[in-house]
């Protein structure tokens, strides 16, 4: 194997079940312009091998995880660049050690995801499901036993306010509600910023109308919204996760829904995906599921693909890429010595 070109892996999840791959027109122009050889991975395999990963310098990956097992003899490996945010697939501390960076995108998803925020908020406040389901039933004349609420004067809250979270106050900024958070790593004034007010978990979910799950999934945040949580939530409420399905207790939230304790809720995201087909949450009609893909917009995709390839092609030229999750790896003789090359 030549090990004068730098190569690229891209996970096999890209490719359509007809074996294209909407990547290539965003990877293909900006690769050969760096001067990069890139293919897609032989295998799709729910976590890479050290086989798999061995010949490349940088690897662009979906959803498939990367395990400290990945790493072994991988010693040409320098950059792991994920197609998205999210990185509780990927080994974090097994990247540091094995002097690898992990990139994300978050310019690729910070308005899509909160446009899919605003979509799930404005879908619940008008019933849109049910009313949906009310006309293809020939239930026309029981619309107006379906009433939605508006949204001047209610509360967003947002439990978690990076990036998305920032975004999304701003798109519904227009609707007239009001805006909390709660994020224990910002400070008031950083919340002010988009006109949001700073405030703890519990306030949250006793005040907010529209409860929105934004932060990331860690040890931190795992069963954060669990069934004390829940509880506190108003009857009018709505709970929206766009984020990590462990994040809430889905046991618990689906109890709340069939009892009617709260309004609704807005799910992207589950304990176990894909979810069960016998999933007891599948026969409400006061919940919206999506399976992981309501922001997969060629907005996204493209957006992320850039990211993504412009995080590969940096470490290609012995460069820093701009969204490193481990920055602590940087000053590592491993990875020094790879940039180097």
Known sequence: MNESVFRVGVTRDFLKPDGTSDLDNIANPRFERAGLQWEYI???????TASQVQDYDALLVLGTAITA??????????????????????????????????TIAPDGVRRPVATSIMT??????????????LIRAGGWRDAYNYMGIGLVGRTLGLVGMGNIGKEAFKLAKPFGMRH????PYLTPAEAAEVDAELVDLDTLMKTADFVCVCCPLSEDTRGLIDARA?????????????????????????????????QGAGLDVFEQEPIRDDDPLLSLDNVIVTPHSICWTDECFEGN?????????????????????NRDVIDS????KKLAR
């Open 42 to 48: 032989a295998e799709n395999t729910p976590a890479l």
């Open 69 to 102: 097992e990945t790493f072994i003899g991988a010693e040409r490996l320098a950059v792991i660049a994920r197609f998205g945010v999210g990185y509780d697939k990927v080994d974090v501390p097994a990247c540091t050690e094995n002097g690898v960076l992990l």
């Open 120 to 133: 799930f908020v404005l879908s619940l406040s008008h019933q849109l499901l049910i009313k949906d389901r």
């Open 180 to 183: 909390i958070t709660f994020d």
């Open 230 to 262: 829940i509880g506190l939530m108003k009857p009018t409420a709505y709970l929206i996760n766009t984020a990590r399905g462990p994040i809430v207790d889905q046991k618990a939230l689906t109890e709340a829904l069939q009892n009617q304790r709260i």
């Open 305 to 325: 693909g850039q990211s993504a390839c412009e995080s590969i092609i940096s470490v290609a030229s012995g460069q820093i890429p701009k969204y490193v999750v």
């Open 333 to 336: 003789p491993k990875l020094q």
